[in-house]
């Protein structure tokens, strides 16, 4: 274990381990991430991973040129593009990733990295470079990223074929109503939920808590806290071990931030620290037991000046960044409605406050020890290397140029002297009196995938500060094209609206209401 990652168990130092590791095998499963956190990959004979193990071997740019399904990108980008031939990237294994699938006979398994083939440094396009760069610039200051996910994730009674055959809709959940912490749910699918946390063990992703989410069939899955570099990695895998034992048991697991516009939204709440290398939290204040005597707020007493700088280098930048929190059009549905009306659609912090986008978590509910902060702002839809490059680059922004907090807890619109009396006037009077402070003091973050792309692209962005022209240009292209496809696509709503507002009119006409159900 070092300053950037954990290694799994059993993970070989060397090439020559490799041989005694997988002296009976035959094939080798190698996976690398593209910008939307699909997993990419294919099998490899054991030779002929043995031979790419120490220089790498090539693996199709066109991971990096097409979308999820494929389609390339409407504006070719410079990785991957009909110019250069849609060439090969070196892949690299990453041998401290090592790990075997025990749901798919007990195949070895690693990750890659991929990297320019002419001057050999790492591709900026990929996911897993980024954080592991990120990682890296920390760890020249002395810190080590600590990080944990969290996932809120629909089940449904399907499989692939059937979601197919129901385009997507009237889709049927794995137990009916609202039952979240509920023990009696999940005797109803109990091998499917307990293979969920049996076999992550088995795959080497720690698992902290595991429990039904409110929601028809909503589960909510805690991975354990470790090294930022190999949360990630647990992170994009558990997606595909829950996708691989859904298939087993004919569930399917939706990790789609927004899937019912009535029901909430699925979150991938994510925790983060820094350590020095003791292992000391760099975020927590322990000199004095009533916190510390320069705090800027209540709320922060109990973090440290290098935890306050983190905060608010991260605040400042969210809205610069908000494609790699939140990179589907979809995921910023779930941040508007009436359960995420304070946050998290907004630039707010609080005290162990569920309804900011930034939890502090510190003594004194917790030892100082766990200090951390909780970013509630990306879905379940999130790219985790994305969302931690984003985080840490951020902190360290601040930290580096010793920000100040310039905006106040959430907890000040709540306890805000001003309001004595409110409640006199009756709580929609006192609402409208909250909100019109909130609205007059905050920054909301972008409300659409359109506008948080246009922000972060835009030339002096934050974004364009901490990860330079190169990535900001790549993935906010690839966010451009998304925007493009759904700028285009007639949505059912639409359909409901026009035939509402036709039929009901009473036209008449057969012949243009044949010509517009054949345009709708």
Same mark, same amino acid.
């Not at 799994?8 to 041989?19: F, M, N, Q, R």
């Not at 009909?82 to 007990?106: E, F, Q």
């Not at 470790?226 to 647990?234: H, K």
């Not at 620290?273 to 037991?289: C, H, I, M, Q, V």
């Given at each position: 274990?070092?300053?950037?990652?954990?290694?799994?168990?059993?993970?070989?130092?060397?090439?020559?381990?490799?041989?005694?590791?997988?002296?009976?095998?035959?094939?080798?499963?190698?996976?690398?991430? #593209?910008?939307?956190?699909?997993?990419?990959?294919?099998?490899?004979?054991?030779?002929?991973?043995?031979?790419?193990?120490?220089?790498?071997?090539?693996?199709?740019?066109?991971?990096?040129?097409?979308?999820?399904?494929?389609?390339? =990108?409407?504006?070719?980008?410079?990785?991957?593009?009909?110019?250069?031939?849609?060439?090969?990237?070196?892949?690299?294994?990453?041998?401290?990733?090592?790990?075997?699938?025990?749901?798919?006979?007990?195949?070895?398994?690693?990750?890659?990295?991929?990297? #320019?083939?002419?001057?050999?440094?790492?591709?900026?396009?990929?996911?897993?470079?980024?954080?592991?760069?990120?990682?890296?610039?920390?760890?020249?200051?002395?810190?080590?990223?600590?990080?944990?996910?969290?996932?809120?994730?629909?089940?449904?009674?399907?499989?692939?074929?059937?979601?197919?055959?129901?385009?997507?809709?009237?889709?049927?959940?794995?137990?009916?109503?609202?039952?979240?912490?509920?023990?009696?749910?999940?005797?109803?699918?109990?091998?499917?939920?307990?293979?969920?946390?049996?076999?992550?063990?088995?795959?080497?992703?720690?698992?902290?808590?595991?429990?039904?989410?409110?929601?028809?069939?909503?589960?909510?899955?805690?991975?354990? =806290?470790?090294?930022?570099?190999?949360?990630?990695?647990?992170?994009?895998?558990?997606?595909?071990?829950?996708?691989?034992?859904?298939?087993?048991?004919?569930?399917?697991?939706?990790?789609?931030?927004?899937?019912?516009?009535?029901?909430?939204?699925?979150?991938?709440?994510?925790?983060?620290?820094?350590?020095?290398?003791?292992?000391?939290?760099?975020?927590?204040?322990?000199?004095?037991?009533?916190?510390?005597?320069?705090?800027?707020?209540?709320?922060?007493?109990?973090?440290?000046?290098?935890?306050?700088?983190?905060?608010?280098?991260?605040?400042?930048?969210?809205?610069?960044?908000?494609?790699?929190?939140?990179?589907?059009?979809?995921?910023?549905?779930?941040?508007?409605?009436?359960?995420?009306?304070?946050?998290?659609?907004?630039?707010? =912090?609080?005290?162990?406050?569920?309804?900011?986008?930034?939890?502090?978590?510190?003594?004194?509910?917790?030892?100082?020890?766990?200090?951390?902060?909780?970013?509630?702002?990306?879905?379940?839809?999130?790219?985790?290397?994305?969302?931690?490059?984003?985080?840490?680059?951020?902190?360290?922004?601040?930290?580096?140029?010793?920000?100040?907090?310039?905006?106040?807890?959430?907890?000040?619109?709540?306890?805000?002297?001003?309001?004595?009396?409110?409640?006199?006037?009756?709580?929609?009077?006192?609402?409208?009196?909250?909100?019109?402070?909130?609205?007059?003091?905050?920054?909301?973050?972008?409300?659409?995938?359109?506008?948080?792309?246009?922000?972060?692209?835009?030339?002096?962005?934050?974004?364009?500060?901490?990860?330079?022209?190169?990535?900001?240009?790549?993935?906010?292209?690839?966010?451009?094209?998304?925007?493009?496809?759904?700028?285009?696509?007639?949505?059912?709503?639409?359909?409901?609206?026009?035939?509402?507002?036709?039929?009901?009119?009473?036209?008449?006409?057969?012949?243009?209401?044949?010509?517009?159900?054949?345009?709708?």
């Amino acid at each position: 274990m070092d300053q950037i990652n954990a290694a799994t168990e059993g993970a070989p130092k060397s090439v020559e381990d490799l041989h005694v590791i997988l002296r009976g095998d035959t094939k080798i499963k190698v996976a690398g991430v #593209d910008a939307d956190g699909v997993l990419r990959g294919k099998y490899m004979s054991k030779d002929k991973f043995l031979s790419a193990a120490s220089a790498g071997f090539g693996f199709c740019s066109i991971i990096f040129g097409w979308d999820m399904h494929d389609a390339v =990108y409407s504006q070719e980008l410079a990785v991957s593009n009909r110019k250069n031939g849609y060439r090969d990237v070196l892949a690299k294994v990453d041998l401290s990733t090592y790990r075997r699938i025990p749901w798919d006979n007990n195949t070895p398994f690693f990750l890659v990295s991929f990297f #320019d083939p002419v001057t050999l440094k790492p591709l900026r396009a990929d996911p897993r470079n980024l954080l592991r760069t990120t990682c890296e610039l920390a760890a020249v200051q002395g810190f080590s990223c600590m990080a944990g996910v969290e996932y809120e994730y629909f089940n449904f009674k399907e499989t692939p074929a059937s979601v197919a055959e129901k385009r997507f809709t009237h889709l049927s959940p794995l137990t009916p109503g609202m039952h979240g912490y509920s023990l009696l749910r999940t005797q109803l699918n109990q091998d499917y939920f307990n293979e969920l946390f049996d076999e992550s063990l088995k795959f080497q992703i720690d698992i902290e808590g595991h429990h039904t989410e409110t929601g028809p069939g909503v589960l909510e899955t805690a991975l354990a =806290y470790t090294y930022a570099l190999r949360m990630a990695d647990n992170a994009i895998l558990f997606k595909f071990l829950a996708k691989s034992i859904g298939m087993k048991h004919q569930v399917l697991p939706s990790f789609m931030a927004k899937p019912w516009g009535d029901l909430p939204g699925c979150s991938g709440h994510t925790h983060v620290s820094l350590r020095d290398p003791s292992g000391k939290n760099l975020f927590a204040y322990t000199e004095s037991p009533g916190g510390r005597d320069g705090a800027a707020f209540e709320d922060t007493k109990f973090l440290s000046s290098i935890g306050e700088q983190f905060l608010a280098g991260v605040l400042d930048g969210l809205p610069e960044v908000m494609p790699m929190f939140v990179p589907t059009i979809n995921g910023y549905k779930r941040l508007v409605g009436g359960e995420s009306f304070w946050a998290p659609n907004a630039v707010t =912090y609080g005290y162990d406050s569920r309804a900011a986008s930034i939890r502090i978590i510190s003594p004194p509910s917790v030892p100082p020890s766990a200090t951390r902060f909780e970013i509630r702002v990306p879905g379940a839809d999130m790219n985790p290397y994305l969302v931690l490059s984003a985080i840490f680059r951020l902190g360290m922004r601040g930290i580096t140029q010793g920000l100040k907090l310039t905006t106040l807890p959430i907890s000040t619109y709540m306890n805000d002297p001003s309001r004595e009396g409110e409640a006199c006037a009756g709580l929609l009077d006192a609402a409208v009196n909250i909100l019109t402070r909130f609205f007059k003091q905050v920054v909301m973050l972008p409300t659409s995938l359109e506008d948080a792309t246009r922000k972060m692209m835009r030339s002096g962005s934050v974004a364009r500060e901490v990860f330079g022209d190169e990535f900001v240009d790549h993935f906010g292209g690839t966010r451009v094209h998304e925007v493009s496809l759904w700028n285009a696509a007639v949505t059912n709503w639409e359909g409901m609206k026009a035939y509402h507002l036709f039929f009901v009119v009473g036209l008449t006409n057969r012949v243009a209401v044949e010509r517009y159900l054949e345009l709708a």
